[in-house]
């Protein structure tokens, strides 16, 4: 005899959570993402792939698994040089974020033109609820597996052939595969670090020509059970504030985790390969007390860590720079954005060759 169940009120679909109208979550299981709430629509319009160039820049996305979007700039490398190239992570709180984002292609495109790189590399990457952690991690692997893919012999002082119209094969034929950079935006960064430093423990020779060069960790998402200071302190931010993203990381963590998980605040290790590391730090950002402290903890232990800091600014400021209404444009921020491209410039010019290669 069939049960009954399905029809009593037991068994019907109902919502358990609506998190800030990001992802709805259902007593059976399923979980939604509506359109992105109004307050955050502008920075999460998708951009499309282009590949007439815009500013200097093509932009594809490439069906790899997992998916990628590739920022390539046009201008061919100067001298037949190869250049290195950026492996890109979002931000997010591992639950929300899309490569395509207008938020992404407003400043990696701007980044990918400015500086001295065969291109940069986002992954789009797996999100909890549906994907919790490590799941994003083990993307950025699977991402450096498809780097390591593009290898091929190159004879020495080979050129750099004219450029083809494939975006991989002009990736390929630019790209210094032993100069690898992973950056990562707020959470983003927390991803970066994870993989950056599980890159040395692989098996002698399993990536191949791929070295990892450094890693450029932009206001990163480091925070504790305890608020800092400056979390404590600090005016909130109606796009990043400490209950919101907790509510995010419940999804996102293994079950019974908090914040003092290595996943959000990374266990510093002497004994650990790492390479040298640049941190970005916004003054007006309420993580930047635990940027701080992250920092020092790495230098005792005798880690390469260079801090670009960036003064009157918030969080993921050059992610939003003109793209809310209600915050316009304005000199000061702008400036900073510069400053910041260029320092990610200088440091990535500084690293002449792979620190880690396996």
């Not at 200097?56 to 990628?68: F, K, M, Q, R, S």
């Not at 492996?87 to 591992?94: D, K, V």
């Not at 599980?198 to 890693?215: D, K």
């Not at 919101?244 to 998980?261: C, I, M, N, S, Y």
Request: include cysteine; hydrophobic fraction near 40%; charge should be negative.
């Amino acid at each position: 005899m069939a049960s009954p169940c399905c029809k009593d009120t037991c068994c019907k679909k109902e919502l358990v959570d609506d998190i800030a109208g990001w992802i709805k979550i259902y007593n059976d299981g399923t979980v939604e993402r509506p359109a992105p709430p109004p307050e955050a629509q502008q920075l999460a319009t998708s951009i499309p792939p282009y590949d007439v160039p815009c500013n200097g820049v093509t932009v594809h996305d490439i069906p790899a698994d997992p998916p990628l979007r590739l920022y390539l700039p046009v201008a061919a490398p100067l001298n037949g040089r190869r250049l290195p190239v950026l492996l890109h992570f979002l931000a997010g709180s591992f639950c929300i974020t899309d490569p395509s984002w207008a938020m992404y292609h407003s400043f990696y495109a701007r980044l990918a033109a400015s500086i001295p790189v065969a291109g940069i590399v986002s992954i789009a990457l797996p999100l909890a609820p549906e994907n919790p952690l490590p799941a994003a991690i083990a993307a950025g692997y699977a991402a450096i597996d498809w780097l390591k893919s593009l290898a091929r012999p190159v004879l020495p002082n080979e050129p750099v052939p004219e450029p083809t119209y494939d975006p991989v094969n002009r990736l390929r034929d630019v790209a210094d595969l032993s100069r690898v950079f992973l950056i990562g935006d707020s959470n983003g960064a927390n991803l970066a670090l994870q993989v950056a430093a599980g890159f040395s423990t692989a098996e002698p020779g399993y990536w191949g020509p791929v070295g990892l060069a450094g890693a450029i960790l932009l206001n990163p998402g480091f925070t504790r059970s305890t608020p800092s200071r400056s979390e404590s302190t600090d005016p909130m931010n109606r796009y990043m504030n400490r209950e919101l993203v907790g509510r995010f990381l419940k999804l996102a963590l293994p079950e019974g985790a908090t914040r003092d998980h290595p996943y959000i605040w990374p266990v510093v290790d002497a004994a650990a390969a790492m390479p040298p590391l640049l941190v970005s730090i916004a003054m007006l950002d309420s993580l930047r007390d635990r940027q701080v402290e992250y920092c020092n903890a790495m230098r005792r232990a005798g880690k390469h860590v260079e801090v670009a800091l960036s003064a009157g600014v918030d969080h993921i400021f050059y992610l939003k720079h003109g793209l809310i209404d209600s915050e316009p444009e304005n000199d000061e921020t702008a400036a900073r954005i510069a400053e910041l491209v260029e320092d990610i410039g200088r440091f990535i010019g500084r690293r002449h060759c792979c620190v880690a290669r396996l």
